[in-house]
């Protein structure tokens, strides 16, 4: 057995009425990857800030040893200097900035007092190489997409030779060629000697890259897992992370076939005027009565903007062609008209689009129809409260008090509250673009059980999402979109990842 990088022993961690940690111990050997999962709010990423100095020493209970040596991170600063990087997944990168720059900020290689611009491009081309990213060091970050931003972060670093790298959902917004790329670099630094700690929801990932996993639970840890012996499964991990065994993921509907179309598009071309080019050709789609429709495809064929664009075209785009509901021709120029005739959207950036995190659960709820617990002009403060009480009791929702602010609510409960939000208005067909992304299994089976729900209770839904065993286990019919066109239109019962992927990529 190889010598711990890392130790954390009997570490507890509370917070207001919280104890968001109980006494947790966890081990990490030398030149390993090893996994950490657990249900949102188990405990994982508060763990990780213990260690990288964001909750500092003296805020919490226990001890860290890292390389053999007992540890007081008083700051982030101090675990970066130990040589431990963690990468969040909100990326900490400066758009307008070179990818050089952004490689060195903070530890500039300067000649006297002028940072020597030569030696920083010279010794990013290096550490690029390390990572396998072939930019121009001098290209802004901006002009990066997603994956090739993420292999940046890895890059800082490596450039602050660190031995120790803690990744939070890396490939949760990379698309599958980018994710087999990032496990593939994690592998390789492995062998070059980098340790790694890895956050995931997704676990065919985990059991495909770990050496070992541990699974927190309620902020306590439950076990640790060791791949190389077999111990690691789908079933093993979702029953340690949830306490239970959850034989099916996607729950079973009785499926009702009905000819009846509630929505309608027809020759839907979409055009970006800020890009200058066209983002949605010829689209032709129709969404049943009682049905979920999945929409799915790589990242960048143009989901979310057909979603957005059907929405109340929020964006502004040049829009040709037909939308009907019900049979009758509409025109949407924004949102609030979509809403009035019952289309929702709910999407696929909760922090950033679909919620207001500073606000408490019910204003969150109640926001998008205020007209509903309006009195004389002014909100009923007991209505408001009723109404958000019974949607969170009915979603299931886990919080302290309605009147807790949505930011301190794990992801999937997050998600629940964005759902509720939309379920607000009474809506006869609802979008959910990516509904389950960041959340764990136990969360994704309970949005997975609501979506049946509404569709038994006779509400469609058009489900977007670039995560095939999901499209596959929920929906009824399957739209595959590539490059802003429907390559193929598929019975769920006759489709299969390779078909789809195979649609995809025409």
């Known amino acids: 057995m190889s010598v711990p990088i890392l130790e954390m022993k009997n570490i507890t961690k509370e917070f207001p009425g919280v104890k968001a940690l109980d006494n947790v111990s966890f081990k990490v050997?030398?030149?390993?990857?090893?996994?950490?999962?657990?249900?949102?709010?188990?405990?994982?990423?508060?763990?990780?800030?213990?260690?990288s100095g964001v909750?500092?020493?003296?805020?919490?209970?226990?001890?860290?040893?890292?390389?053999?040596k007992l540890q007081d991170f008083k700051s982030t600063r101090d675990s970066?200097?130990?040589?431990?990087?963690?990468?969040?997944?909100?990326?900490?990168?400066?758009?307008?900035?070179?990818?050089?720059?952004?490689?060195?900020?903070?530890?500039?290689?300067?000649?006297?007092?002028?940072?020597d611009i030569n030696e920083t491009i010279k010794q990013t081309?290096?550490?690029?190489?390390?990572?396998?990213?072939?930019?121009?060091?001098?290209?802004?970050?901006?002009?990066?997409?997603?994956?090739?931003?993420?292999?940046?972060?890895?890059?800082?670093?490596?450039?602050?030779?660190?031995?120790?790298?803690?990744?939070?959902?890396?490939?949760?917004?990379?698309?599958?060629?980018?994710?087999?790329?990032?496990?593939?670099?994690?592998?390789?630094?492995k062998e070059q000697g980098v340790t790694s700690i890895?956050?995931?929801?997704?676990?065919?990932?985990?059991?495909?890259?770990?050496?070992?996993?541990?699974?927190?639970?309620?902020?306590?840890?439950?076990?640790?897992?060791?791949?190389?012996?077999?111990?690691?499964?789908?079933?093993?991990?979702?029953?340690?992370?949830?306490?239970?065994a959850i034989?099916?993921?996607?729950?079973?509907?009785?499926?009702?076939?009905?000819?009846?179309?509630?929505?309608?598009?027809?020759?839907?071309?979409?055009?970006?005027?800020?890009?200058?080019?066209?983002?949605?050709?010829?689209?032709?789609?129709?969404?049943?009565?009682?049905?979920?429709?999945?929409?799915?495809?790589?990242?960048g064929a143009g989901r979310t903007e057909l979603a957005l664009s059907l929405f109340g075209n929020p964006d502004?785009?040049?829009?040709?062609?037909?939308?009907?509901?019900?049979?009758?021709?509409?025109?949407?120029?924004?949102p609030e008209k979509a809403i009035k005739a019952g289309l929702a959207y709910v999407t696929e950036d909760r922090k950033g689009d679909g919620l207001i995190l500073i606000q408490d659960v019910k204003s969150n709820i109640t926001i998008a129809n205020l007209k509903r617990i309006l009195k004389y002009g002014v909100i009923d403060a007991n209505a408001e409260i009723k109404d958000a009480r019974e949607y969170t009791d009915s979603l299931g929702i886990k919080t302290p008090s309605i009147e807790q602010k949505v930011l301190y609510l794990s992801g999937g409960n997050q998600q629940k509250v964005s759902l509720a939000k939309w379920l607000y208005v009474s809506p006869d067909i609802m979008i959910l673009d990516e509904p389950t992304r960041g959340i764990d299994v136990g969360a994704k089976f309970e949005i997975f059980t609501i979506m049946n729900k509404l569709v038994e209770q006779g509400m469609s839904i058009i489900m977007i999402s670039s995560e095939l065993p999901e499209i596959?286990?929920?929906?009824?019919?399957?739209?595959?979109?590539?490059?802003?066109?429907i390559t193929g239109e598929l019975s769920t019962e006759d489709a299969d990842q390779e078909i789809v992927m195979r649609y995809a990529t025409m």
Request: proline residues 3%.
């Open 29 to 51: 050997e030398r030149q390993k990857i090893h996994c950490l999962v657990g249900e949102n709010g188990a405990g994982k990423s508060t763990l990780m800030k213990v260690l």
């Open 55 to 68: 909750h500092p020493y003296g805020s919490y209970d226990g001890e860290i040893y890292f390389e053999d």
């Open 80 to 115: 970066e200097q130990a040589g431990i990087a963690v990468i969040y997944q909100e990326l900490a990168l400066v758009p307008e900035m070179t990818v050089y720059e952004n490689v060195f900020l903070g530890h500039e290689i300067c000649k006297g007092i002028n940072v």
């Open 125 to 189: 081309v290096e550490i690029l190489k390390k990572v396998r990213l072939d930019v121009n060091p001098s290209t802004p970050v901006k002009q990066l997409g997603i994956g090739k931003q993420q292999l940046v972060e890895i890059a800082k670093a490596l450039s602050r030779d660190a031995k120790l790298l803690v990744l939070d959902e890396p490939t949760s917004a990379l698309n599958e060629s980018d994710s087999d790329n990032l496990l593939d670099l994690l592998r390789e630094l």
């Open 198 to 244: 890895l956050i995931s929801h997704k676990l065919q990932e985990v059991i495909a890259i770990a050496d070992k996993v541990t699974v927190l639970r309620d902020g306590a840890s439950i076990v640790t897992l060791d791949a190389h012996n077999g111990e690691v499964n789908e079933n093993v991990l979702i029953k340690h992370m949830v306490g239970r």
């Open 247 to 299: 034989e099916n993921i996607y729950p079973e509907r009785k499926k009702k076939k009905s000819d009846q179309v509630v929505f309608e598009v027809r020759n839907w071309n979409a055009y970006d005027p800020a890009r200058e080019r066209q983002i949605l050709k010829d689209v032709n789609l129709e969404l049943r009565k009682g049905e979920v429709l999945g929409i799915t495809g790589l990242m």
């Open 316 to 334: 502004n785009y040049r829009i040709d062609g037909e939308m009907l509901i019900g049979g009758e021709p509409v025109k949407f120029n924004h």
């Open 472 to 485: 596959l286990g929920m929906t009824d019919r399957i739209y595959v979109v590539s490059d802003g066109k």
